[in-house]
């Protein structure tokens, strides 16, 4: 079976030598040497201000969210992952929904005004599929309004946006670092912030709010990243420049391939260099898309209905209709997507799936 993702594995070998420093040390979670290694090397490659590695990548938004005091309203985006609804709900603010860009699939902007309310404390939107939001607008509007911004960018390994890590736009980026996403750690994450104090602030979230043993900064929650996890990161960071070329030539091959088809491919917005996370691609109506999966999944190819639901028709929130997220999640597909992907198979499944759609 050819499926949408596969996790990149580095030679055993590399990962047991890294493994032996935490066995050699008998220190396996608690912020040890491999996590501060990890740390050191992913500032430097992504040009992040200041980041914490945590054990993943859902932690990050519940502890920004309660980090930044945050109350009431968020305003979100109904196209992402559950993570990035749930975590509101879980936090026990309300996520008010905005509708996405058909072309970007994030959030519209232009649309973020008319749901402010006295009530709104925070807009939190997803990069999605690493496809940077329109972060000026969104900054504009959270100046004028005094609102906070998070950014669930956990999509966003490796993106730059005018030249800049797109982990520096917000108050707050997440990133998840499971074994799914771009970079992995098995299972793990890392919040990112450009201001010292918060970050601060928010560390001691992570970590029970131990200021030292005996005293506590305030109210904290276990997030902390093993050195095992650790160790993963250290074993797979030195190839992320490898995997990010061959994917970026997978995903240049499939854009060829659907050139001329009715086949609809994600629009990255401009000033971005992407980082190949993802493959969607938007069929013609849901019942196209369920054949055209059924009849991938018979030749033993298996892509992902990515995002579906759309989140605003979860039972826990409060129904708010979405148009375009409803429409766009009921016939999108996540094609397969990974390190080693030959260029043959990306040929075979683009040449079936558009004999499949035609
Ligand atoms: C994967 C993902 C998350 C959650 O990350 P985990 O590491 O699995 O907890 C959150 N938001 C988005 C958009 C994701 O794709």
Known sequence: MINVTQSFLPPQQEYQAILKRAWDNAWLTNRGELTKELEGKLKEYLSVNHILLLTNGTLPIQIAIRGLGLTGEIITT?????????????????????????????IDETKIE???????????????FGNPCHVEAIEEIAKKHNLKVIYDAAHCFGVRYKGNSIFNYGDVSTCSFHATKLFHTGEGGGLFCNDKELEGHLYYHHNFGHIDPYTFYG???NAKISELQSAMGL???PYMDEIIENRTRSTKLYTKEFENSSIRTLKIREGTTWNAAYYPVILKNEETMLHCLNELQKNNINPRRYFYPSLNTLKYVKYQSMPVSENISK????????????????????????????
């Open 235 to 237: 074993a797979v960071f």
């Open 78 to 106: 109904p196209f992402s992952y559950v993570a990035t609804t749930s975590s509101i709900v879980w936090e026990h603010c309300t996520p008010v929904f905005v509708d996405i860009d058909p072309d970007y699939l994030t």
């Open 114 to 128: 008319a749901k402010i309310t006295s009530n709104t404390s925070a807009i939190m939107a997803t990069h999605v």
């Open 331 to 358: 016939r999108i597909l996540c094609l397969p997507l990974y390190y080693d992907l030959e260029p043959e198979v990306v040929h075979t499944i683009s040449t079936l799936l558009k004999h499949i759609h035609e």
């Open 219 to 221: 109210l904290g929650i």
